[in-house]
């Protein structure tokens, strides 16, 4: 499954999410908003305003939620 993950510096929610994909071993792509202005343009086309932007092929979220990336990716 690719999983991309927008992100900014300085970001509690971002740094908790990749820390959790990383804990379960799920690849992902980190694109950082404020390192590459492409990646913010492709963060304003999922029509989220709050990071991270977590994006599969099959689903988009925003905000870190243990639940649902539970649901997708699996538990610790």
């Known amino acids: 499954m690719e999983v991309s993950l927008y ?11 990749k820390r959790y994909l ?5 690849p992902f792509v980190e694109k950082n908003i404020e ?6 343009d492709e ?9 991270p932007i977590i994006k599969t092929a099959e689903d ?8 649902k990336l539970e649901a997708l990716f699996g538990s610790l």
């Open 22 to 26: 990383k804990m379960v071993g799920v």
């Open 60 to 67: 988009v979220f925003s905000g870190h939620q243990p639940d």
């Open 43 to 51: 963060a304003r086309e999922t029509g989220f305003t709050t990071l």
């Open 7 to 17: 992100t900014k510096n300085n970001c509690g929610m971002c740094k908790n999410t």
């Open 35 to 40: 390192e590459n202005e492409t990646y913010m």
